[in-house]
């Protein structure tokens, strides 16, 4: 996909929703897109294959998207899908939504547990992720117990590597290079 034509459809509607004061709801519908195409290789290979004509991978989309999202995206998704630039919502969606975050000074945080942390605790660590970046945190968790111990966090291309395994893997290192800092 050419992220270059995703992003001008984006900038399009990026422009339009805001004419419009719409851009909370368009946001939401694309989210909805996005999930849902992520979530069906079938739906995602329609979207795509040249063999499915347009008013077929129209009608399917409707079926799906119709009483779901708003009329503004639905006829967004009509214009893609006539245009033959199907194979462009799911790059529009994410390209929009990128926009849009970074418009409204948010960040995406993937962080890793070794155990599941209460609710209380992630609150923590976004806060304090938050404070470190000075953006607001949309935080993904999952869990890893290969760290055993710790988190990870990655912020766009930066990492936090606040994990017990990294940080045995730092005092093995220093063990290595100067011998045991007990023995000197």
């Avoid at 806060?127 to 990655?154: C, N, Q, Y």
């Amino acid at each position: 996909m050419n992220r270059r034509v995703a992003a001008r459809y984006a900038i399009a509607l990026m422009d339009l929703g805001e004419e419009l004061n719409i851009l909370d709801r368009i946001a939401e519908d694309l989210r909805d897109i996005e999930l849902t195409v992520h979530g069906s290789r079938e739906l995602a290979l329609a979207l795509i294959s040249p063999v499915i004509n347009p008013d077929q991978k129209l009608n399917v989309l409707t079926e799906i998207f119709g009483k779901r999202c708003s009329e503004m995206t639905m006829k967004f998704v009509a214009l893609l899908v006539r245009k033959g630039r199907s194979e462009y919502l799911l790059g529009t969606a994410q390209e929009f939504l990128e926009m849009l975050d970074k418009k409204n000074n948010v960040l995406h945080a993937r962080i890793e547990s070794a155990i599941g942390l209460s609710e209380e605790e992630q609150r923590q660590l976004v806060a304090k992720l938050e404070r470190m970046t000075g953006k607001h945190v949309r935080s993904e968790f999952s869990l890893d117990p290969t760290l055993r111990g710790g988190f990870i966090a990655r912020i766009g291309d930066q990492m936090i590597d606040a994990s017990l395994k990294h940080q045995l893997d730092l005092l093995r290192e220093q063990f290595s290079q100067s011998g045991s800092p007990v023995l000197n």
